[in-house]
C-alpha cells in the first residue's frame, strides 16, 4: 500500500509511557504517511506519570520512528506540553531536522497558523499543578479499568467504550471548560491576527471556524491517541481531521528496519545530517565569497 504525501501532520497527546496510550495504531499511522513536516503537539511522553517500570517496547518503537522520520527528510518540531513541561528548558534546541519549541508560527499560502499545545489557558496548571498532576493520575486509572472492560465488550463482540469521553461529556463543569477553552484560544487567535489556531490539550478534536466583529479564526485541535485516535493534516490548502478508527490501516506495520536499527544509532544519523547540512552551507558561503 502506497503511503500518503502531506504537507503538515499535526498530532498530540500520545501519552508514551502510560497504559492509555495506543501506540501500536499511531505506529501503523505515521508508517502510512509521508510528511514533510511533522508536529508533535505536547504530552508526547509524560513525563509527569514516568516510570522505569513501564515503557514497553510499543513506546520506544515510536520514538525510533519519528527520529527515523526526522533522519530521512521530514522536518519534525517537538512543542512542549504540561505533561512533558521539562523539556522546556531544552526549547529551541535543533538537531538536524528536530527540534524542540514551546510554539510556532507556521505559514501555510499566504495564511498564518499559530500551533501551541494549550496549556497556557490551564488555570489549574498554572497555579494548582500538584491537583493537575493527581487528575492525571485518576485519569489513567480511569483508563485501565477502561481497557478491562473493552476486553470483555469485544469478546461479547460489542463497540468499544470510553468512560474519560462519557464522563467528559456528562460533567456540566467538564463541557464548560472545554467550551471556554476553544473560545479562548479562538477569540486569542483573531486578536492576534491568526488564521489558525491549533492546540491539543484538552483531547477534543474538533475543527470549527468563529466569526466575531474582529476577524474569523480557524480553531483545530488535534484530539489524541489516548481516547481519540486522531491527528490533523494540511495538504492541498485544507486541514482535514483524521481518525484512525474510519481509516483502514492493517497492512501498514512498523518499518522493518525500525527493528534492527538501534535509537543510538537513530541519533547519531541525525547528528551527521546536521554536520552534512552545515557543511554544505560553509561550502555556498565560500564560492559566494570566493
Known amino acids: 500500500m502506497k503511503k500518503r504525501y ?11 509511557g502510560t497504559y492509555g496510550c495506543h501506540a501500536e495504531e499511531l505506529m501503523a499511522y505515521l508508517s502510512s504517511i509521508e510528511p514533510k513536516k511533522l508536529i508533535l503537539n505536547g504530552d508526547i511522553i509524560d513525563i509527569w506519570q514516568f516510570s522505569k517500570y ?9 520514538l525510533k520512528k519519528i527520529i527515523s522520520m526526522a533522519s530521512n527528510g521530514t ?23 528536530f527540534s524542540i519549541q514551546d510554539k510556532l508560527i507556521l505559514e501555510l499560502d499566504g495564511k498564518k497558523a499559530w500551533v501551541f499545545h494549550g496549556d497556557v489557558f490551564d488555570i489549574s496548571i498554572l ?61 486569542t487567535g483573531i486578536a492576534k491576527g491568526y488564521d489558525f489556531v491549533i492546540c491539543g490539550h484538552i483531547h477534543q478534536p474538533k475543527k470549527e471556524i468563529l466569526e466575531t466583529k474582529n ?22 490548502k485544507r486541514w482535514k481531521d483524521y481518525n484512525y478508527s474510519y481509516d483502514k490501516l492493517t497492512p501498514f506495520f512498523a518499518d522493518e528496519d525500525l527493528k534492527s536499527m538501534d535509537l543510538s544509532e537513530l541519533i547519531t544519523s541525525l547528528k551527521m545530517k546536521q554536520v552534512s547540512k552545515q557543511q554544505t552551507a560553509e561550502k555556498v558561503d565560500k564560492s559566494i565569497n570566493a
Open 75 to 97: 522536518e519534525v518540531i517537538y512543542i512542549t506540553g504540561n505533561h512533558d513541561d521539562m523539556l522546556r528548558k531544552f526549547s529551541n534546541i535543533f538537531i538536524g531536522n
Open 127 to 187: 497555579h494548582v499543578k500538584w491537583l493537575a498532576k493527581l487528575g492525571g493520575y485518576g485519569y489513567d486509572l480511569l483508563l485501565r479499568l477502561n481497557r478491562i472492560l473493552n476486553w470483555f465488550f469485544i469478546k461479547l463482540g460489542k463497540e468499544r467504550y470510553s468512560l474519560a469521553k462519557i464522563i467528559k461529556n456528562s460533567v456540566k463543569n467538564a463541557v464548560r471548560y472545554i467550551d471556554n477553552f476553544e473560545r479562548t484560544a479562538i477569540e
Open 215 to 236: 476577524g474569523n479564526c480557524t480553531y483545530l485541535n488535534s484530539g489524541d491517541w489516548v481516547e481519540n485516535l486522531s491527528a490533523l493534516d494540511y495538504s492541498f
Open 6 to 16: 502531506i504537507d503538515v501532520v499535526v498530532i498530540s497527546d500520545v501519552h508514551l
Open 54 to 62: 513501564y515503557f514497553p517496547a510499543s513506546h520506544l518503537r515510536i
